[in-house]
């Protein structure tokens, strides 16, 4: 596995996508490579669960981290004669032709998890590359896998590349709420608003305080005793961003990156879960709170009406109003947000297994 930052995942959607895919290939008898770049993992990390964890170097700068750590984890991985080298992402797909050229012998397969040229942290020159990665991920992999129904369209229509549609996948959580681990955020249960995910501006964090905001000035009961708890690390001047934006609201909660029992009890005692992002191919963090039975709020982009069926549940991307319109409007009917939890929980045990994913992932790789 290349082109994921590292195992075991702190943060990241290809991240937990690669280390819940791993595990379970693990687990069915593969050996499995997951390679690891230093800042992310720390080098005294060998094994994890059973899969090995391999670092080699990069440079750790924001346009080259991810494309030297690719070519040199790739250098490495045509060394270990693998059966399958599998890149993540169009960014590192970038490098799939090397071991086409260098060991024909060696399966290529590629997972195109978004369409990261749309993310405001990238310029020109990057959304350029990454453009071109998105071509080489469609041309030079034995198989192409995508995350979702409309990367699957999408590279079927812009580069007339047949891939094969795998989503995302999630465990279904037990009913476990951990209360006490809100406690050091002063949360209560079933009285807070959730978005997790990295801060980013691409993620929508932005739109979620205006919206926050929008309804305090319109309707100042409407929050009353709710808070607004936004989980995740990101950029410093976004983050600095947010901050400034939030202007000292004591009913904004910012916890940093959570994992563990920390974050399943964040998701499992919210009211509701919102994720205003403008881009995405399949969001975990979305997955993650329908398998709490969670009722989940999204903007109305390709990637979550895909797994949200209900319109309901939609707002207009970038649409300040709309949110706020939707939020006021949702939290008043808690029959409906309890039948969409319910409904959402369903929905992932059904179609979302990660057991399910990696035996139709280890058939890609049988057939190429």
Request: glycine share 6%.
């Amino acid at each position: 596995m290349i082109g994921q930052k590292g195992i075991p995942a702190t943060s990241g959607g290809v991240e937990r996508h690669v280390e819940e895919l791993a595990k379970e290939l693990t687990k069915i008898g593969h050996e499995v490579l997951v390679y690891a770049r230093a800042w992310y993992t720390p080098k005294s990390v060998k094994n994890y669960q059973g899969i090995r964890v391999i670092h080699t170097a990069g440079i750790n700068s924001k346009h080259l981290d991810a494309i030297t750590h690719t070519f040199t984890a790739t250098v490495n991985a045509i060394r270990q004669k693998p059966d399958v080298i599998h890149f993540h992402g169009v960014g590192p797909s970038l490098i799939s032709w090397l071991p086409r050229l260098i060991s024909p012998r060696i399966k290529v397969v590629a997972t195109f998890h978004s369409m990261d040229r749309y993310q405001y942290k990238w310029g020109k020159i990057a959304k350029c590359f990454l453009s071109l990665g998105e071509k080489f991920i469609c041309l030079f992999p034995h198989a192409t896998i995508t995350v979702s129904r409309g990367l699957y369209h999408y590279c079927l229509n812009q580069y007339h590349k047949l891939t094969t549609y795998i989503p995302n996948g999630v465990p279904v959580w037990d009913n476990e709420k951990h209360t006490d681990k809100l406690m050091p955020f002063h949360l209560t249960p079933q009285k807070y608003l959730l978005t997790v995910s990295r801060l980013i501006k691409g993620k929508g964090a932005h739109y979620l305080i205006s919206a926050w905001k929008t309804i305090k000035a319109q309707n100042p009961t409407a929050l009353e005793g709710l808070k607004l708890v936004i989980v995740g690390d990101g950029s410093e001047n976004y983050l600095n961003e947010l901050y400034a934006q939030a202007n000292g609201d004591r009913d904004i909660v910012f916890t940093g990156n959570r994992q563990g029992d920390e974050l399943k009890a964040l998701f499992a005692n919210t009211t509701l879960f919102i994720h205003p992002s403008e881009n995405e191919g399949l969001p975990l963090s979305v997955l993650e709170a329908m398998s709490f039975a969670k009722p989940v709020l999204v903007s109305d982009i390709p990637g979550h009406q895909e797994i949200i069926h209900d319109s309901h549940f939609w707002f207009p991307t970038a649409d300040v109003q709309s949110l706020a319109n939707k939020i006021t409007e949702l939290i008043n009917q808690p029959e409906l947000l309890k039948s969409a939890g319910n409904a959402n929980r369903e929905i992932v045990a059904q179609h979302y297994s990660w057991k399910d994913i990696a035996e139709k992932t280890e058939k890609v790789y049988s057939r190429c």
